[in-house]
């Protein structure tokens, strides 16, 4: 199994960024895929999820400015974000419902 995280990088506040993970070895259509992330010194927390029939949940903080995603066909979920915030700074990690995580993306928002 792999989940193969990208798209991190470092953009000035009001900047975008879409995050990509693909995934392998999973039946993913078949899984509630989401976004984690991890900023230092604090616990890895949800940012959104998605499921198998794209219903979708965002924490309170990224709701309106990101947005998941998925493309079964090609076994990728998407996080776009937009309006990113320094707050938005932590390292990204996608996540299968069946327990596996990805290696994570770093995420930087500043001036």
């Known amino acids: 199994v792999q989940l193969q995280a990208s798209g991190g990088g470092m953009v000035q506040p009001g900047g975008s960024l879409r995050l990509s993970c693909v995934a392998s070895?999973?039946?993913?259509?078949?899984?509630?895929m989401a976004w984690y992330r991890q900023a230092p010194g604090k616990q890895r927390e949800l940012v959104a999820s998605?499921?198998?029939?794209?219903?979708?949940n965002y924490d309170e903080s990224v709701k309106g400015r990101f947005t998941i995603s998925r493309d079964n066909a090609k076994n990728t979920v998407y996080l776009q974000m937009n309006s990113l915030k320094p707050e938005d700074t932590a390292v990204y990690y996608c996540?299968?419902?069946?327990?596996?995580w990805g290696q994570g993306t770093q995420v930087t928002v500043s001036s």
């Open positions: 996540y299968a419902q069946s327990g596996f």
């Open positions: 070895g999973i039946i993913f259509d078949k899984n509630v």
């Open positions: 998605i499921t198998s029939g794209s219903s979708t």
